[in-house]
């Protein structure tokens, strides 16, 4: 069955630092990939997709994610932390099959200190 | 559009009632999806709906869980009888069966079950 692994339940950045949340999938046919944030209290909203276009994809908010198929990742990278990116993310899978099953990994929380 | 729409926003319930929560998907989606959010197991996928017919329910934890789907624009998840372990956040989110579009989510509802 697919699946989708984040690593470190907590990250935490100072304001202005690289940011990295790592999201490694479980699959022998590259699946499509999503990232999703969630700020308290609300609902999950998209910050990008892959969907096997160009690898390299840029989502909202400065965020943008590498598809590497040699080590089945998707990582979430944004250059400079802001206080306003303090939030959980979610990375997520879908099949490329016709059920669109959608498996969200276990979420990351950003800290990001001033 | 307005999204998708979950109802209530919170629903405070004694242990053994009755508990229906309620979703719109967004107009034009075909597909449809219940999930349960906790601290302990994150954001877990409960059912999911292809045309209003579900697909797979292997996520829905017990007999006291069911969820129906009527028609294109409504579904509802009902837990009978309620139990303080049910207390969570449950999610919709709909999204177009029709490749990798992304899946949005309504704003939730807050169960807490005494």
């Known amino acids: 069955a697919q699946s989708v692994t984040q690593l470190g339940s907590h990250v935490s950045v100072s304001e202005g630092a690289l940011v990295l949340l790592r999201c490694n999938y479980s699959?022998?046919?590259?699946?499509?990939l999503f990232w999703y944030v969630q700020y308290p209290n609300q609902g999950l909203q998209l910050l990008l997709k892959y969907t096997s276009a160009a690898t390299l994809v840029k989502g909202i908010n400065g965020f943008e994610a590498e598809f590497k198929k040699s080590e089945t990742s998707f990582h979430l990278t944004k250059p400079s932390a802001h206080m306003s990116d303090a939030a959980e993310y979610f990375c997520a899978v879908s099949d490329r099959g016709s059920s669109y099953k959608l498996i969200f990994g276990s979420g990351t929380r950003l800290l990001v200190r001033p | 559009d307005a999204g998708v729409i979950q109802s209530p926003r919170h629903e405070v319930t004694e242990m053994g009632q009755e508990v229906t929560l309620r979703c719109k998907p967004i107009?034009?989606?075909?597909?449809l999806f219940w999930y349960r959010q906790t601290m302990m197991r994150g954001l877990e996928l409960l059912i999911y709906f292809n045309n209003n017919v579900p697909i797979d329910d292997s996520g829905m934890p017990e007999d006291r869980f069911s969820a129906k789907m009527p028609n294109a624009s409504f579904s509802t998840l009902k837990i009978q009888p309620s139990e303080p372990r049910d207390s969570a956040v449950y999610f919709c989110a709909s999204r177009s069966a029709t490749g990798p579009g992304e899946a949005f989510f309504g704003q939730g509802t807050r169960l807490t079950v005494v």
């Open positions: 107009s034009g989606h075909n597909s």
């Open positions: 699959s022998s046919v590259p699946p499509y």
